[in-house]
């Protein structure tokens, strides 16, 4: 939220980003590559939701639901969730998912201004593997 943010603070940010942007000028390979799910997901579906709809600042429960290659659930893993904006001086916010049925986890996550947001799911199995999933959340609507 830029409003909250000292003048200071929203210089050293735009630093950091003209830093990202001068990475980005990196070839595309790089960019894509880390917008694919790690490898180790290969056995395990992940899907992804969020509701209320449509999307608006405040909170919302996002949700995945975690099923191996036999279609059963994968209970018993921890998830936690992150979201981001994608421009300077704003900090991500965290919650940590509850199973509320086996496979079946949920967060109430707080979207604290309207535009585009990216969701990542950090999911530990376990057996102690971790899977990472990104789920875009464009266009979260002003109150
Ligand atoms: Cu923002």
């Not at 921890?78 to 979201?83: D, K, L, S, Y």
């Not at 707080?110 to 102690?128: A, E, K, P, Y």
């Not at 789920?135 to 109150?143: L, Q, R």
Request: net charge neutral; hydrophobic share 45%; with cysteine.
């Amino acid at each position: 939220m830029i409003a909250g943010v000292t003048r200071g603070r929203l210089k050293a940010a735009s630093q950091r980003f003209s830093g990202v942007l001068m990475l980005a000028a990196l070839p595309a390979v790089v960019a894509t590559g880390c917008r694919k799910p790690p490898e180790t997901s290969g056995a395990i579906a992940i899907e992804e939701s969020i509701a209320p709809l449509p999307v608006r600042i405040g909170t919302e429960i996002v949700s995945c639901k975690l099923t191996n290659a036999t279609h059963q659930p994968i209970a018993g893993a921890r998830v936690q969730v992150e979201g981001d904006m994608d421009h300077p001086g704003m900090a991500p916010v965290f919650a940590d998912a509850v199973e509320d049925a086996p496979g079946n986890y949920r967060a109430p996550l707080q979207f604290t201004m309207g535009g585009d947001w990216v969701v990542l799911f950090h999911i530990t199995l376990s057996d102690g593997r971790r899977v990472e999933r990104q789920m875009d959340v464009k266009g979260v609507e002003s109150n």
